[in-house]
């Protein structure tokens, strides 16, 4: 948030929670433009956390206080927003909706013990959502469901309920009816199908409590029975189906317990409907987070070790217990520095606590390993940017440290008397390779640092310098991802451009051939001789180099027949005809001569080097491409488009299988060309509708169609 829209937010102190049982934390997801940055900002209104509802497409939100977040009017990074109701402290995390920034849904998910599913009135949801309901399922994570947009000409509240059945399943029961007013489309209550009481919001935010008019009877009644039989079939009470059955009539604080419990253990999944505009059911919304989703204590904690991997017990998520918290997200405020997100699984965090960060196993994401010992001095409540500083964080809390210099996303935050390692989180791997280049030699060194920030809280991000083709490539999650992170760096005083990422080649023999290295010097001072001939073979893609000798007789000495294999290994690396390493060819050293003065180790190098070129000039030099292994995950609809993409990419296809997650997709493997994969993250999500994914993995490389090879030839300049 800038500073200057600071006055929007309450300055009444922040809510400490005392126990994990005060304490609720919800991910709000969904698609973009389903509304959950509008909710959210609602629900703080409404609950008097900010003064006033700010708008996203204005840029004042609480939540999207992201720069590259107001210019896109989308949320692209989580944020955290406290609020507080009827004494409990609920951490809505607002995540992005859109495909790219799924690593900050997934740090949201980490820091959650319950799920808020924001689903549109009118324009439903897309299969992202529908796959991440999938996998809350899988870990037994409480869901609950809000119907948006409702005041949308278009709105449908019948529809999108039945669209969440359908995806979501039958669990998926509504607690409340939209109540239309006298124009049949705008939302002016809700009617309760438990308490079968109307909330009238006519009059405004709280609603009137009133009898329903008998217009609304009919709908009750059919609804009602639907949703009662639904928590009948989660309650621990085995005869109450049968008394309902009976015609007993149910009391509704039964019904409301035993909603409440099967809500906690994931297996009922109520639907709200919600007019963030109008405040309609943001209490009933409220009432459901703090009574029916789980507190911290009933959520499982993810495994610990120590930092040398050896195993420790389970933890509990008890305040007095060994400390352990994980940075779940990282941002560098141009005010503050560094500012870590902070869940706090175990113990208590309190200001100036010495504690140990341990970061490890992301060293392939640019994240080296690393443990450092360092001292909180001061514990923030986070209101979007917006810090308030705060006592102490209990375990199941959520809170913000600031100025750690050791602190990235994912970090383990522990005891400096008893170090641990939490398990990391999965993250998704970037497929979207950028390369980028700076304008000036000070913006080389200011890129440097930027960088260094970015990834330090972005764990999506990959760094690579490739040493073949001279390039900083930033592997990113997709053309929106690349967007903000290359704007993030601009916006830190970089000057830079882009470029085509380029795939590394190599280079391999056809052919068998001959050729020798002559490298005499002999014109005043110490001179230079040395003479090798060798014969060279290609091999099967893979076995490398081999270098055999076969010198008789001494005419190399002993001592410098090293030297020579060196010197071709050397041009081998630094490549021949495109600059590319060679690679899976054996070089026999068959002959050569010395001089008893003027031969070194230096020379017979150079003799060696002169050896493979001419050889290379004698034998067809083949360029070798990378061949990936790729699984596609697509909608059963879009098989065939991709299929015939496939195949004009040069890609073969190995076969195809119902995807053993569930759903209608389809998993189709294939082995396609790395280079025909630069840009295949951006075109198969225009083929699926953002459906469809795909991992890599390298598989080995392949002689390059002559075509391309020439055109390849031409764009890369070997070093001589």
């Known amino acids: 948030m800038a500073r200057g829209d600071k006055e929007k937010v309450s300055q009444a102190p922040a809510q400490v929670a005392e126990q994990p049982s005060d304490v609720r934390n919800v991910v709000v997801v969904g698609h973009a433009g389903s509304g959950k940055t509008t909710l959210v900002e609602a629900l703080l209104a409404a609950t008097g956390t900010i003064g006033r509802a700010g708008s996203v497409t ?57 799920a808020l599913f924001v689903v549109s009135a009118w324009d439903g949801m897309d299969a992202a959502t529908a796959t991440l309901w999938e996998e809350c399922a899988a870990v037994g994570m409480p869901r609950a469901v809000a119907i948006t947009r409702l005041d949308h000409p278009r709105a449908d509240f019948d529809e999108a309920l039945a669209l969440c059945q359908r995806v979501f399943g039958e669990e998926v029961q509504p607690l409340y009816l939209p109540m239309h007013g006298d124009d049949g489309h705008s939302v002016e209550g809700l009617i309760g199908l438990i308490s079968q009481q109307v909330y009238d919001y006519s009059g405004g935010y709280p609603p009137q409590v009133r009898q329903p008019d008998p217009e609304h009877l009919p709908a009750i009644e059919e609804s009602r029975g639907e949703l009662i039989e639904g928590i009948i079939a989660e309650s621990e009470d085995e005869t109450l189906m049968d008394r309902y059955l009976a015609g007993e009539v149910i009391d509704s604080q039964v019904l409301i317990d035993d909603l409440e419990k099967a809500v906690a253990r994931g297996h009922f999944h109520p639907a709200v409907p919600v007019c963030a505009d109008t405040g309609v059911g943001l209490d009933a919304l ?27 017990d389970a933890l509990d998520c008890d305040p007095n217990g060994p400390l352990v918290a994980e940075v779940v997200k990282t941002t560098i405020d141009p005010y503050v520095g560094r500012v870590s997100l902070v869940r706090v699984f175990s113990g208590t965090l309190r200001p100036d606590t010495p504690v140990h960060i341990s970061g490890h196993g992301l060293a392939e994401r640019g994240h080296p390993d690393h443990d450092a010992d360092e001292r909180v001095t001061h514990i923030y409540s986070p209101l979007g940017a917006n810090l308030r500083e705060v006592a102490k964080c209990v375990a199941g809390d959520i809170c913000a440290v600031t100025k750690s210099t050791a602190a990235e996303t994912g970090d383990t935050i522990s005891g400096k008397d008893r170090p641990l390692l939490m398990a990391p989180w999965q993250m998704p791997e970037p497929l979207l390779p950028v390369a980028v280049v700076p304008k000036t030699r000070s913006d080389e060194d200011a890129l440097a640092k930027n960088l260094a920030k970015l990834v330090a809280g972005d764990p999506t991000l990959r760094l690579e310098r490739n040493p073949e083709t001279h390039q900083l490539v930033l592997w990113c999650m997709g053309e929106a991802h690349a967007d903000v992170v290359l704007d993030r760096l601009r916006a830190g005083g970089v000057e830079l451009s882009t470029e085509p990422a380029k795939v590394a080649l190599r280079e391999a023999f056809a052919a068998p051939a001959a050729g020798q290295g002559r490298h005499v010097k002999q014109s005043g001072g110490h001179g230079q001789y040395a003479v ?3 014969q060279l073979e290609p091999l099967p893609r893979g076995t490398g180099i081999e270098f055999v000798d076969k010198i008789v007789g001494g005419a190399i000495p002993h001592n410098y027949i090293p030297s020579v294999e060196k010197g071709v290994r050397a041009q081998a690396e630094k490549g021949i005809v495109a600059g590319y390493p060679v690679v899976d060819f054996r070089v026999t050293l068959v002959d050569g001569k010395a001089h008893s003065v003027d031969s070194s180790d230096a020379a017979f190098q150079t003799a060696g080097s002169m050896a493979l070129k001419d050889a290379a000039e004698k034998a067809q030099i083949t360029l070798l491409e990378p061949v990936d292994e790729v699984v596609i995950t697509v909608p059963d609809s879009a098989v065939g488009a991709v299929m015939s993409d496939l195949s004009g990419r040069r890609g073969r296809v190995l076969g195809s299988e119902s995807d053993p997650g569930g759903g209608e997709r389809t998993q189709v493997r294939a082995e396609v060309p790395a280079v025909e994969l630069l840009r295949y993250l951006v075109d198969l999500r225009s083929m699926t509708a953002g459906a469809g994914t795909f991992t890599r993995e390298f598989a080995r490389y392949e002689p390059m169609p002559g075509h391309l090879a020439d055109q390849a030839r031409k764009e890369h300049t070997p070093t001589r």
């Open 58 to 114: 204005e840029g004042t939100t609480v939540t999207d206080h992201d720069p590259a977040a107001v210019k896109q009017q989308r949320s692209v990074a989580l944020a955290c927003a406290p609020l507080s109701y009827q004494g409990v402290k609920v951490n809505l995390l607002d995540t992005p909706g859109y495909a790219d920034f799924v690593g900050e849904l997934r740090a949201g998910l980490r820091a959650a013990d319950a």
């Open 286 to 312: 409220l009432e459901l987070l703090t009574r029916a989703f789980p507190t911290p204590l009933e959520h499982p904690l993810p495994a610990v070790t120590g930092v040398d991997g050896s195993p420790r």
């Open 532 to 534: 090798c001939a060798i």
